[in-house]
Each structure stands twice: as C-alpha cells, then as structure tokens.
C-alpha cells in the first residue's frame, strides 16, 4: 500500500522532532515540518499531503482551528489535531471545523497511528459522500423535470432549478415551508391521495403568479434513514406546450371533419339536383343505415363512415343520363344495364380519396346480395362489408318507402314485407331484424 503523506505543524522544536520521529517509526512519509499557518499553505501548495498533523495552537495569525478549516474545505486534506491541553472553549471551535480526530499529549505510537489512519478513513468517506451528493444535486439541479422533496413532517427539503421556475417559488423561500404553501393544485388532491399517486397524472397547478399551468406528476416516497417517517419526492413537468398542440391538433381534426362533411354534402345534392326524383334518398338511407348499425353495436368512428359512404353511395349515378334516371316508365334491357353501372362508377370516382374508411369498397358493394345475385362482382355473405350489407337494406327499405318516377311508393310496410321475406337470401339476417325492430318496435321514421 502507498505510504501516506503527512505534514507537520508544531512551533515547537523539541516537539516537533519527537513528532517527526514517531511518525517515520511508524511508516508514514514526511513532506514537511513547518511552524506557521502561513507556512502550512506554501507547503501544502507545493506538496500536497494526505494529512496534516497539527497542534491546535500556533504562533502567528492563523491559528491552528482556522487552518484546518480551509485545508478541508478548500483542499480536501484531514487535520488531526495535538495538544498538551483541552481546554473546552479551543475544543468547542475544534468541533466545529471537521473534526477528524484529536491527540492529547503525551501519546505512543499505536495511539498516533491509530488516529491518523481513522483520520484518512473518515476524510475518504466524507470525500466520497460528497462527491455522490455533488454527483445527484448535479442530475436533480439538470433534469427536465421539475422536482421537490419534502421530509416526514411535509416540510420542503429540496427543489430543483425548474421545479423554481415552473411554482414561482425560489430555493430560499421555498426550503422549510409546507408543500401545499408552494405547490398548490387546482382540484386540490387530497393528502392520502398524493401519498398514493404513484402513476403519472395530469393535473393543473396555480404557480404563484395564480396561473393555472397543466403539469403531470408522481409522487413517491422517500424512506427516511431514522426509520421514523417517509418523505416523498414530486416530480413534475409542464405540459402547457403539449396540451396547447393537442387542442391545436383537435381543433384542425374538426375543422377537416367538418370540410369533408361539407364535400359530401355538396355531392349528394349535385347528384340529386340531376335526379330530383331521388331527392333526399341518399340522406335518409344515411340516416337509417347508421340507426341499424348502432343497433347491431357498431363503434362509433365506424358508424361515421357508414353514414358518409350512405350519403353519397348512388354518386356513380352521375354517369346515367338524366333522361334514364327521371323516365317514367318502365326501364329496358339496356337502360336497366346503364344504370347497374353506378356502384363501379362511383368507387372509381371515390377510390383515390383518402378517407379513413373504406368509403369507395362500402359505395362498390351496395347492390351486391348475400346470395351471389347482386352486382357488380356477385360477392356472398361475408364478403360483403358489414357496412355494404347495412346499406343495401337501408337502400331498399327507402327506395320501396318512396316515390320513384316509374312507380308510386309502396310505403314502409311493404318494404318491410320485401326485406322479412329475402332476409338471409338477399339481405343480412341480422340487418334485416335490426331494420325491422327500428321501424316496428322502436318507432323509427325515415323522415
Ligand atoms: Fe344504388
Ligand atoms: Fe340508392
């Protein structure tokens, strides 16, 4: 092991020979034997001892308990002190400065070397605590997150940097107040809550200013050492700018929403204006197939695209010359064939929108049958979209209901009778008896 280096400080010659003997004997090496306070930084400058022995009273301005002071504080060097006498005032001083231990003349050998490896001893640990505290307020000083400590009787022990700037609070006037004093919340959580509020949770803070800023934060506790209580620490960040963006972004989400409704809109009623005998068609079927989905417990956001592709699913019907759309008599072969092109027209005008459902493949599939028999592409059953399969009953169920320009309307019942009497041949059993209890039990109405 490395001999440790020792620096002497003793005015007195007799002594300090003595002294120097001793601790050669004992292995140590000597950088020095000075007489001053003085003395002792030009040395220590020069040498840098691991320890400084010193007698508790020097000649000179620096007395002995002074210098011990700057050499901990300053240099990181451990002081034992000598003295042939204890008087308690000198002592009293002493222990103020890092005490790292004390020899009361006379004293032997194992005494003097015993003290002064406890000395080095103490000094690495201290060095070393002091270097991890430095290392943690460091992170804690740096961090992204604003954080407060507060010990076992709820008093603030530590706030970091952010956690000052974001509570209004400084260091100094937060230190030793209660934490509700310089973190108050707006919904006011309750104590034990706090306590329990292990898991990330929005919540908003009144800094001291009275703004209201949305922070997220945890709370955990801290075991104390003395094992008598817990303190907890709160971290938390500001999440105004993140709160702002995701309103911004809402904002721009229903302002997009409600352009695409616009469009549709303005489709539907150019499709109507050419065909005025199916005016308002598409509007009600829209409005029963998203009844029937919601019967049959179709989510939400699903039931959106639904009602959007019913609301414009005969767009194709733009493609069929007006005189076949408004001809009051019967169809021919032919004129029959033109118009069966309209789901394929109106995906092919639908598929290059990007909405976020399927609109084009629901507008596509609406006349095909669960039997095969539909068109354009004779999909069965559950090859059908569920949405297509609502709105074909929809689409039946409102055509028979009405007017159409080559025939008077049946009224709802025969429409009914129609979709009970093809239910599971050409129309989905469960939409069948979704639309059927709608309209027969639950007293909806087309218009
Ligand atoms: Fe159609
Ligand atoms: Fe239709």
């Known amino acids: 092991m490395k001999k440790s280096r020792?620096?002497?400080?003793?005015?007195?010659?007799?002594?300090?020979?003595?002294?120097?003997?001793m601790v050669r004997t004992i292995g140590y090496e000597i950088t020095d034997v000075v007489r001053t306070g003085e003395e002792v930084f030009a040395s220590v400058n020069r040498k840098r001892p691991d320890l400084v022995l010193m007698d508790i009273v020097l000649r000179g301005k620096l007395d002995g308990i002074s210098v011990a002071a700057v050499l901990w504080e300053e240099y990181s060097i451990p002081v034992v002190y000598i003295t042939s006498f204890a008087d308690d005032l000198t002592f009293e001083r002493a222990k103020l400065t890092e005490p790292f231990g004390y020899l009361i003349k006379p004293f032997d050998e194992r005494e003097l070397e015993l003290t002064i490896e406890t000395a080095l001893y103490k000094a690495r640990m201290q060095l070393l605590l002091k270097e991890k505290e430095q290392w943690l307020s460091t992170i804690l000083k740096s961090i992204g997150d604003g954080i407060i400590a507060v010990n076992s009787g709820g008093l603030v022990s530590f706030i970091n940097p952010l956690a000052q700037k974001i509570t209004g609070w400084s260091e100094q006037e937060a230190l030793g107040k209660k934490l509700e004093e310089i973190f108050t919340l707006k919904d006011n959580l309750s104590e034990k809550h706090l306590k329990s509020l292990t898991a990330t949770e929005e919540v908003l803070l009144v800094a001291r200013n009275c703004q209201e800023i949305p922070i997220e934060m945890t709370s955990s506790p801290i075991p104390e050492s003395t094992g008598t209580g817990t303190g907890r620490v709160i971290v938390f960040r500001d999440i105004s700018a993140r709160k702002q963006a995701e309103k911004e972004i809402e904002e721009s989400r229903h302002r997009l929403q409600r352009a695409l409704q616009g469009t549709i809109q303005a489709i539907s009623t150019t499709i109507e204006m050419r065909d005025p005998y199916t005016a308002g068609h598409?509007?009600?079927?829209?409005?029963?197939?998203?009844?029937?989905?919601?019967?049959?417990?179709?989510?939400?956001?699903?039931?959106?695209?639904?009602?959007?592709?019913?609301?414009?699913?005969?767009?194709?019907?733009?493609y069929v010359p007006s005189e076949i759309l408004s001809k009051p008599t019967k169809l021919t072969e032919l004129e029959y064939t033109i118009i069966k092109t309209h789901p394929q027209a109106g995906y092919e005008i639908l598929q290059n929108i990007e909405f976020p459902w399927p609109v084009a493949e629901i507008v596509l599939q609406h006349h095909e049958r669960i039997d095969g028999s539909g068109y354009p592409r004779g999909l069965k059953g559950e090859e059908i979209l569920p949405e297509a399969r609502i709105l074909a009953v929809a689409d039946v169920v409102e055509a028979m209901a009405s007017h159409r320009p080559y025939r008077p309307a049946f009224g709802i019942d025969r429409a009914l009778e129609e979709i009970k009497l093809n239910r599971g041949r050409l129309y989905g059993s469960d939409e069948v008896d979704a639309c059927v209890r709608l309209i027969e039990e639950k007293g909806f109405s087309l218009d």
Not at 13 to 20: M, T, Y
Not at 291 to 309: D, F, Q, T, V, Y
């Open 282 to 318: 598409q509007r009600r079927v829209a409005k029963l197939a998203e009844a029937i989905g919601r019967e049959l417990g179709m989510p939400e956001a699903r039931l959106k695209g639904l009602k959007l592709s019913a609301e414009i699913h005969d767009i194709g019907k733009i």
């Open 6 to 21: 020792i620096l002497i400080v003793e005015d007195e010659n007799l002594v300090a020979r003595d002294l120097h003997n």
